[in-house]
């Protein structure tokens, strides 16, 4: 674990206590063993810290939960996102990062002096999810030009698309999240997305639970959201895009236009712990964690 020198002994301003506070809310972690033993010098051993992905952070923490009773010591947080825990892990500040996306050219730029290993744990779909509301007035199916549309801040009513007169309200994700990046993908084929719209009916989120809260709570709502997190919530609706659902057969076929594969990526080849990590997560008793959260196995997808 990364240690720094500390600041000389002095009060803390108020402004200063308010960013060190709103920083450490941005960090949602899951703890498997004890850090204070460790800070103590217990003897216990430095954690193995795994970070990034919402998406990929459940399978990642169930895991981890199942290793622990092995001995290991095993931290996972969802710190930034995809991108986030890309970055960390080119700064030497985590083991693993968890990445809904693969790791990018301007990833690798960034850190050059880092060996990104990617290993593939399965695959998920990214849907385009709306309220119950909407769905049940009419809107089952979108377009690529009316998705385009909704997010560009164009489509601003659901009558505009066959729903009911109710206004469009969009929470969009951060750049750099493996969602983000998948819904770009699709909309604009790599070429750069157009700036966020001007409106008050406009929002940035970050994870997967924000986002489904959102959406959850504010009537007219869509998002970019992993379809494995909506399943079993009777309040949304994931929509047919062009036709195609984002059914099993259509994720492993890659028919479904936001298709996505689920990663942990090491610097080098996983050794020691990570490997073990990763391991398991691949194994027969791993693999089924990633059904639980609705999302693919390898065997699935015919890997």
């Known amino acids: 674990m990364t240690t720094r020198r500390a600041r000389s002994a002095g009060p803390v301003s108020r402004r200063r206590f308010a960013r060190l506070a709103s920083g450490a809310v941005l960090i949602a972690s899951l703890t498997t063993a004890c850090a204070d033993a460790d800070a103590a010098g217990s003897g ?4 193995l810290q795994a970070s990034g992905s919402t998406t990929v952070a459940p399978v990642a923490a169930d895991a981890a939960e199942a290793l622990k009773a092995q001995g290991m010591n095993i931290t996972v947080a969802t710190q930034g996102g995809s991108a986030g825990g890309i970055s960390q892990l080119g700064a030497g500040q985590i083991d693993i990062a968890l ?13 050059p002096k880092t060996d990104y290993v990617e290993t593939q744990l399965g695959a998920d779909a990214v849907g385009v ?50 969602t983000r990046e998948v819904l770009d993908k699709y909309l604009y084929h790599g070429e750069k997305p157009p700036p966020p719209p001007n409106s008050g ?81 691949l194994s027969d008793q791993g693999q089924p964690l990633l ?9 699935q997808i015919g890997k």
């Open 291 to 299: 059904t639980k959260h609705g999302y693919l196995t390898l065997k």
């Open 44 to 47: 216990a051993g430095k954690a």
């Open 201 to 281: 009916n406009f929002a940035i989120v970050g994870g997967n639970l924000e986002t489904r809260n959102k959406l959850e709570s504010t009537p007219g709502a869509v998002a970019p959201l992993s379809t494995g997190f909506v399943e079993g919530r009777d309040k949304l609706v994931v929509v047919t895009l062009d036709g195609i659902a984002p059914s099993k057969e259509n994720i492993a076929s890659g028919t479904y236009p936001m298709s996505r594969p689920l990663f942990m990526v090491t610097n080098g080849k996983p050794q020691g712990d990570a490997k073990k990590f990763i391991d398991y997560i």
């Open 129 to 178: 999810i709306i309220t119950r509301q909407v769905a049940d007035a009419g809107v089952k199916n979108l377009t690529v030009d009316q998705v385009k549309g909704l997010f560009e801040g164009k489509i601003t009513n659901w009558k505009q698309v066959g729903g009911p007169d109710l206004p469009v309200f969009v929470y969009d994700k951060e750049p750099g999240r493996g």
């Open 99 to 111: 990445s809904s996306k693969p790791v990018s050219d301007k990833d690798r730029a960034a850190s």
